[in-house]
């Protein structure tokens, strides 16, 4: 045998297949969510939102937030925010029905960061939660959060909100 079969082959072999390995274990997890995210038509898309103000929990926001698939996770973004707020978050899907994940606001000079939670209500139309950032004096603060595929199903969410003994106090 000579010294490239011995010695240099297995080596060679070793760092590919180390490498390969590598590769897969990033790539494979991020195409089999990207793939079955995409099949999920029901939380892609653009959605109606509104939220509680951390600063005043009289005041809602509203906005539009697209949902979309970023990296093998769902990526929802917003837009037409009343109250000029810009941020973005990636989640997970759990269970079917349950959405969790981390948001964080694209304003350099903001930076607010925080973590959400989402039940879709069975209709698959609306979807209630609640979101944990800090206020403009950097309390910790829970917030009531509403997603909704059409304005006029907001009202559903804040009632089911009611019903179910959250925060949210009309």
Request: aromatic share 14%.
């Amino acid at each position: 045998m000579s010294a490239f079969e011995t010695y240099w082959f297995p080596l060679i072999l070793a760092v590919c297949s180390t490498a390969l390995g590598a590769w897969l274990s990033v790539w494979l997890p991020k195409y089999l969510s990207t793939r079955r995210y995409s099949r999920r038509e029901d939380l892609l898309g653009v959605w109606d939102s509104t939220w509680q103000d951390a600063d005043d929990a009289n005041q809602w926001v509203t906005e539009k937030v697209e949902i979309d698939i970023a990296d093998g996770q769902l990526r929802l973004r917003n837009s037409d925010n009343v109250g000029g707020y810009r941020w973005q978050g990636t989640c997970e899907l759990y269970e079917d029905h349950y959405l969790h994940g981390t948001w964080k606001s694209l304003k350099k000079a903001a930076p607010s960061s925080g973590v959400f939670s989402f039940l879709m209500l069975p209709q698959g139309e609306v979807m209630v939660g609640q979101a944990m950032g800090a206020d403009k004096f950097g309390t910790p603060r829970t917030s009531d959060w509403i997603l909704a595929r059409q304005a006029a199903d907001i009202d559903i969410g804040k009632k089911w909100l009611i019903k179910h003994a959250t925060y949210y106090r009309g």
